[in-house]
Structure formats: structure tokens, C-alpha cells
């Protein structure tokens, strides 16, 4: 099994930034993806989720409305299309694959992406 994230970047405060995580080694359509993020001194907490089964599930009411989560069944991808980024999004990003979204305990882990958002 493996996710890679790419697409992470420093950026300014306001600005977009596009997340991508390629997926292999299970069947796509069983599992949600969600991305997490670990900012420096926190723990891990989780940003977005996407199934077939639940749909979208927001585990972080600070992004509704600025992150975007999509999926590619057809490539086994996953986005987080992240807009009006603020320093406090400033953290390390993880895709991770779950049995569900609704269950926030990924079974699979990438090796994450660092954003940083400068002010």
C-alpha cells in the first residue's frame, strides 16, 4: 500500500495551493481518503475526508469553505485544493486511507507534504 502526497509549498498568506495523493495497493473504491495535518507543537488533527459511501466529511470547521476535497476513482488520486490560506494552516499534510470517514483511525499513512503560509 502506499499514498504519496505532492504539491506542497510556502506560500503567502491568501494565496491557493493544490494537494495531490496517489494512491496504490488496495482497492480505491473501498476505502475514504482523507488528508490530515500536524502543525508544529500539536498533534495530528484531521482537515477533509472523501468516500464513495459517506461522501465529504469535514473534520475541521475552520477550512468549510476554503478546502475542497476531490477524488479520481479513474487514477486513484485524491485532491485538497486549499484557497485563502492563512498561517495557521501552516503544518505538515497527510493523506491516509480509512475504512471510513466517519471513523478517523487511517489504516494507511503517506510520508506527508509541508505547507507553510507566511503573513
Known amino acids: 500500500v502506499r499514498l504519496v502526497e505532492s504539491g506542497g509549498g510556502l506560500v503567502q498568506a491568501g494565496a491557493s495551493l493544490r494537494l495531490s495523493c496517489a494512491t496504490s495497493?488496495?482497492?480505491?473504491?473501498?476505502?475514504?481518503v482523507g488528508w490530515f495535518r500536524q502543525a508544529p507543537g500539536k498533534e495530528r488533527e484531521g482537515v477533509l475526508c472523501i468516500s464513495n459511501r459517506e461522501g465529504i466529511t469535514y473534520y475541521e470547521d475552520s477550512v468549510e469553505g476554503r478546502f475542497i476535497i476531490s477524488s479520481d476513482s479513474a487514477k486513484n488520486t485524491v485532491s485538497l485544493q486549499m484557497s485563502r490560506l492563512t498561517p495557521e494552516d501552516t503544518a505538515v499534510y497527510y493523506c491516509?486511507?480509512?475504512?471510513?470517514?466517519?471513523?478517523?483511525?487511517?489504516?494507511?499513512w503517506g510520508q506527508g507534504t509541508q505547507v507553510t503560509v507566511s503573513s
Open positions: 495497493g488496495f482497492t480505491f473504491d473501498d476505502y475514504g
Open positions: 491516509a486511507a480509512l475504512d471510513s470517514c466517519s471513523s478517523p483511525h487511517p489504516q494507511y
